[in-house]
Structures are given as C-alpha cells and as structure tokens.
C-alpha cells in the first residue's frame, strides 16, 4: 500500500492509471476503521481495479467542538488494517493540505439538511458536502463508496453529485451490524460497557417498528412503542425516530403508496450520538 499526503502525490500515481484505463474506487473515511469499512473495502475491490481509501477527520463537518476533539483516532491499526487488506493507496492528507484556508463557500441542499441530522447538527451537511467535493476533486474516481448507515449522508452526497455533475458512480453497501444487532460506527468505541449494553436499544427498535409496520400496524402507534422503550433505558435519550422516504428524505405518517421506505433514528447513550435506519423494503 502507498501512501500519499498531498494533492500532487494523488495526482501525479493516479493519472498514470487513469490513463492505462484502471477504475479507480474511493473509499472516503474518518479513521477509526471497523468490518464496516472494511466491507467498502471489499466490494471496492470487486468493482475497481484500485482503491483508494482517504482517511481525514473532517473538521467543518462537526457542529460541536468537543465531538470532534473526542473522534477516535487509531491510525497506527488502521494502517495495519489496510495493509492486510491490500488497499492500493491511502489519501492521508494533512488539514492544511485540504483546507490552505477558511472555506467561504456554503451549499444549500434545501430539505435535505433541514430536517433529522441537518435540523440536531446545522452546518454538517454543508460541512460534509465540501468535503466530499474536494476529495472527488481531487482523487477524481470512477466510482465512490458509502455505508447506508449513515443514510441521510447518502442522499445529499447523491444529490450534490448530480447538481454539480461530478463524473462519478455513487455506491451505496449495506449497513454491517455486530451479533446483537447493532450498527457498526467509529463512535461506539466511545462507549463504556454500561453505555454499550443500552445501545442495543436503537437497533432492536427499527426492526421492531420495521416489523410492525410490515403487519400493517399505524405508524404513530409504533412511535409511541418505540417512546416508550427508550424510556425504559435510563441511559438512552432519543432525539428523533422518523418514517422518511429513503432518497429524497420526506417525513412520513404512513407507509402509503411508496416503495422505497426508511426508519431513521438518533440517540444520545450518555454522551455519545449514534445513528442508525433500516430500509422497509429491502
């Protein structure tokens, strides 16, 4: 695996391939890698002839200073990860390299970041949209890769993909989930063993709502179920538990007549914010 730290390295190993027509795949990260990321790894590798995975804690994403200063960072075992998964390349830029100084500019995404995560972290999106437009930029891949997990993230990335025309492929794979159910994230090394216990919670009540929907069960009656489960967990405070749909992100009272359906939800276990959705349809 080679490792490049600015624009100029990226650009001067990749053209080479481009030009001997390789498919180029990103792999876009913050670190802290897990089987999550290791899956975008692994169908990259089927779809690309080289991947590349980026590895940059995003500043301007983060709404709250102390989120950002408690992201885990373990580069060491992330390398070693990524050499055992023979990645091509690692992007592995520097902050200053990414930003020689304060972005001005802003990206509306309309309701996209207005409701869920954009309504709880404004400027996030705005923050992730930049970003991602500089690593297109700057990469310049056929084809990027994304965990459904981070679901609302998917749709604005979709979105500013096809507003600006970026020459790329969006790839979208299954959230990976532990033995219990939960979601795999970089943030769950942040709980504690009491914290990782009640964070089961989140994943049991989208497949709970998911199933009781599925039999036909009103939508608010099962909010107000899931409600109350999280109430039971002292731990555990929920911020949202929404129907939406899943790509143009439009809160939903009832399944109706659409066909592509997701449940996303966000809770606090002590203080760490996890996220986690599940498609109806899938």
């Not at 001997?20 to 897990?34: C, D, E, Q, S, Y």
């Not at 705005?126 to 609302?152: R, T």
Request: a negative charge; proline letters at 4%; glycine letters at 4%.
């Amino acid at each position: 695996m080679y490792i490049l730290g600015t624009k100029e390295e990226v650009n001067s190993n990749l053209q080479i391939l481009r030009n001997n027509n390789k498919t180029i795949g990103l792999v876009p990260t913050m670190g802290a890698l897990h089987q999550g990321h290791l899956e975008l790894v692994k169908i990259a590798k089927q779809y690309s002839d080289i991947v590349v995975v980026s590895i940059f804690v995003n500043p301007t994403q983060f709404n709250n200073q102390e989120d950002f200063e408690k992201y885990p960072k373990t580069l060491d075992k992330d390398l070693e990860i990524l050499n055992n998964s023979e990645v091509n390349y690692l992007f592995l830029p520097d902050t200053e390299d990414i930003y020689p100084s304060k972005p001005l500019l802003s990206i509306d995404f309309g309701h996209l970041d207005k409701i869920l995560e954009g309504s709880f972290r404004p400027g996030h999106f705005n923050g992730v949209g930049i970003v991602v437009s500089k690593l297109l930029n700057i990469v310049k891949p056929h084809i990027a890769y994304f965990g459904q997990k981070d679901l609302q993230q998917v749709a604005i990335i979709k979105r500013l993909v096809q507003d600006l025309s970026f020459d790329v492929q969006i790839n979208v794979v299954p959230t990976v989930r532990e033995e219990d159910g939960m979601a795999l994230s970089s943030r769950n090394l942040r709980l504690d063993p009491e914290s990782r216990k009640a964070a089961r919670i989140i994943s049991k009540a989208l497949f709970f709502a998911k199933s009781e929907l599925l039999l036909g069960r009103p939508w608010l009656s099962i909010r107000k179920m899931v409600n109350q489960m999280f109430e039971s967990e002292p731990i555990a405070k929920l911020e949202y538990f929404e129907l939406i749909t899943s790509d143009t992100f439009y809160v939903l009272e009832s399944i109706g007549e659409e066909k592509s359906v997701s449940i996303c939800a966000a809770a606090y276990f002590s203080d760490v914010r996890l996220i986690d959705n599940v498609s109806i349809f899938d």
